[in-house]
Each structure stands twice: as C-alpha cells, then as structure tokens.
C-alpha cells in the first residue's frame, strides 16, 4: 500500500511564504512524476507545479514564485510557494504518478490546508 504524507500548511500573511512537503511510502517500483494541485470548494482541482526526473511544470499563475523540488532518496516532493496571494487558498494536494508490479498508478494524498490572509 503506497501512503502519502503531506506536511505544511497554513496560516500566512500576503506576501509570506510556506513550504509544502509530501513523502511517499510503501512498495514503488519507478516514481514517474510527482506533483501538486490545488481546489478551492466549489471549483475544479487545478494544477501547480510538477516534477519528473527531468523536467519543471507549473501554471503560470504560481511561475516565479513557486518552486517544486524532489529528493528521490526519500520519495519526497516539496513546494516552495513565496511572494503568498490571498488568491493562492486552496487545499493542496499530491499527486504520485508511479510503477508498481507493472502497472502505473495514481496516488493521491489527504491534502493540506493553505490560507492566506491578512
């Protein structure tokens, strides 16, 4: 059984900043991507910023002030999210893309609760 463990979230003034972090557990063959979403209630979950072995995404609306990292010795991913707008609360959650037992698998964790707010 693959966990996700997200950490990080908050309360945070416009402006500040937060770090997310999400480790993956259990029996993976292959991490294909890693990521991070977002929902606000009422509206569709919309995408962040992901990672791969070898390549960056992000929506344009986090590009230049969030940043995803991964340390693959730890199955982990984080986000660095500065420069925080109120219009950046949401809950966040990972997203794991991955080989096991030879099929591809999506994994998604609990979420974690960002506001920003003066």
């Known amino acids: 059984q693959v966990q996700l463990v997200e950490s990080g979230g908050g309360l945070v003034q416009p402006g500040g900043s937060l770090r997310l972090s999400c480790a993956a557990s259990?029996?993976?063959?292959?991490?294909?991507?890693m990521g991070w979403y977002r929902q606000v209630p009422g509206t569709q979950r919309e995408l962040v910023a992901t990672i791969t072995t070898s390549t960056t995404n992000y929506a344009d609306s986090v590009k230049g002030r969030f940043t995803i990292s991964r340390d693959n010795a730890k199955n982990t991913v984080y986000l660095q999210m500065n420069s925080l707008k109120p219009e950046d609360t949401a809950v966040y959650y990972c997203?794991?893309?991955?080989?096991?037992?030879?099929?591809?698998?999506?994994?998604w964790g609990r979420g974690t609760q960002v506001i920003v707010s003066s």
């Open positions: 259990g029996t993976i063959s292959v991490i294909y991507a």
């Open positions: 997203n794991l893309q991955y080989l096991r037992d030879y099929n591809e698998h999506i994994k």
